[in-house]
């Protein structure tokens, strides 16, 4: 395909128009997919989750900025963010982005506002970020909402997850989340010029140990398949909590440092390729949930399975006996 | 089963007992919903969501209370918090409840802090519910964190949806969601003592006026499926904004009014057995989803898997091409 060589070669607008063509499921973006994939597995993938409020796209921002100010490495930013559809964060997240970051060859913003399943949000995503790993972005910075377990799994796709907490939102307790720290990689407490950080870092620290107690726990996406569970070497990663205030650029060296040294731990423990072939079953995984009832619905009758919901409505039969009921049906 | 037979005679031992056998998705779990299906579609479902900090729990806790004051209605509370598992909100929730609420038979409140795959939630929640549907409690209310698409799915699990929100939670562009809005039947600014009242309500109305150009759209669950789709009847329901301090008690005779009016709306226009069915449409899509994939991997050799994820990993192939084969494996 033409499309995927420009895309090798560099070019942003053939690169964009992938994108889109993922993004919209298309035949040729699938095809593209399928083309580019033997050229992935390069890039760092940096989760970047939390609240709102908390001040994430300045800081990914700010991070994006400070990796381009150091390096060449080419920079990808892939903002997700499922409940806005129509109007909404991400849109005015990238104006804002474009101020500081346009005019950079080097930097690619996109955004995901589409909306769907779940797992089509986790899957488009997977997807996007492939695309910028073959087109040789050495870093691709993944940012969700982090507040549901979509944006966990999403964020989930990364080899290293930043969790961003921020001082004083609403409720502590419920503002930090055990479920979202035990993703954690590193911790950033963002707004720190605010008052009550020391109680958010209190807070972080003795949920942090009950999180954290000796090893770290990989799960898998979805329902538990043995036979694709990873392998992870349980060498010990204290996720370090780092004070930021990202609207004036502090604390940024520090992150991009705690980064760099969870990359080199990614490499020494084998976490690096664990994660990646975790990664890589889940998606397998979600394409063949996709498949199976794709296929299921092609040989079945129209007619059969609104008979079977018209049932279930009228209570006659609940709905797990409807489904082993068209099971039953489909496999003769 | 004795269980489900004393459920139906008001037992709340028993209720509890099948609700963790459901959760925990047992065999007896399974039966035990099959045996209450046929008592189930009497209840009136309310969804309410809203981001942390809002204070979505204490005004869910205020309507109960304000429900049991007024009527001798049956009211169980499903809170949902996917993304706080081993500690945190749910449990915490409860306790401040049980002080307000404690020792009135006729409120159930039941905590679901189990993580996994969000179908799994939202089918599990799906479940809860039709249990006290079954056990006659009139009014269900389940509560969830409205941050992400996953509790969006949840909340819609209702008949009527009421969204939370309070001023000053970070940015405002933000935290109105424009694709939550869109599934609200009532809003809510709660905390409405605070100041910023004025311009989070502004924020409400210009952004509502965008969600709700003429009519009501409702979306399928996952990925579309036409034969599934139900047709709702257009009627206009304009979502009132309500103010609330729910802490005081204030402004809850006005959102159970608003909630009362709404179901009057649901039955003039047939939407109450357009939702029905709707929501039993996409639970059987859920089950089915999970059977082909449970069938799939009964008939499929763990090894072949293996290999398969190995060449991915590898690069050999890309995640669409080996579902492909597997999929051509093992239909011969």
């Known amino acids: 395909m033409l499309l995927t060589k420009s895309i090798l070669e ?32 390069k890039a760092h993938l940096i989760g970047v989750t939390g609240a709102p409020g908390t001040g994430k ?85 993944i940012e969700t909402v982090g507040a549901g377990q979509s944006e966990v799994d999403v964020a989930r796709l990364a080899h290293t997850t930043v969790v961003v907490e921020a001082p004083g939102l609403g409720d502590e307790i419920q503002a930090i989340k055990a479920g979202i720290l035990e993703i954690a990689d590193v911790l950033v407490i963002n707004k720190a010029d605010r008052p009550g950080v020391e109680n958010t870092e209190r807070a972080l620290r003795s949920t942090l140990e009950l999180a954290h107690p000796t090893k770290r726990v990989f799960r898998h ?80 009758q129209q007619q059969k399975y609104e008979e079977m919901i018209e049932k279930v409505v009228n209570r006659d039969i609940s709905p797990s006996e409807a489904v082993t009921a068209l099971l039953n049906g489909n496999r003769k």
């Open 57 to 141: 796209s300045s800081l990914v921002n700010q991070l994006a900025l400070y990796y381009r100010k150091g390096s060449d490495k080419k920079i990808a930013i892939v903002a997700v963010d499922p409940s806005s559809p129509f109007t909404g964060g991400a849109v005015l997240g990238d104006r804002v982005r474009m101020r500081d970051l346009s005019g950079d060859e080097g930097v690619f913003i996109r955004s995901m506002a589409t909306r769907g399943s779940l797992g089509g949000i986790a899957q488009k995503t997977a997807s996007l970020v492939q695309i910028f790993d073959a087109a040789g972005y050495e870093s691709i910075i």
């Open 221 to 300: 996406h979805g329902k538990s398949m043995s036979i694709s569970a990873p392998t992870i070497d349980s060498t010990i990663w204290i996720p370090p909590i780092i004070k930021t205030v990202a609207t004036e650029g502090k604390g940024i060296d520090e992150l991009a440092a705690s980064i760099a040294k969870h990359v080199e731990h990614l490499h020494q423990s084998g976490d690096w390729v664990a994660r990646d072939r975790a990664r890589l079953g889940s998606e397998m995984e979600m394409l063949l949930r996709e498949a199976l009832m794709d296929r299921f619905l092609e040989n079945i």
């Open 10 to 41: 560099g070019n942003r607008l053939a690169l964009s128009r992938l994108l889109t063509q993922v993004e919209n499921d298309s035949a040729d973006g699938r095809a593209g997919l399928v083309e580019l994939f033997p050229y992935t597995g």
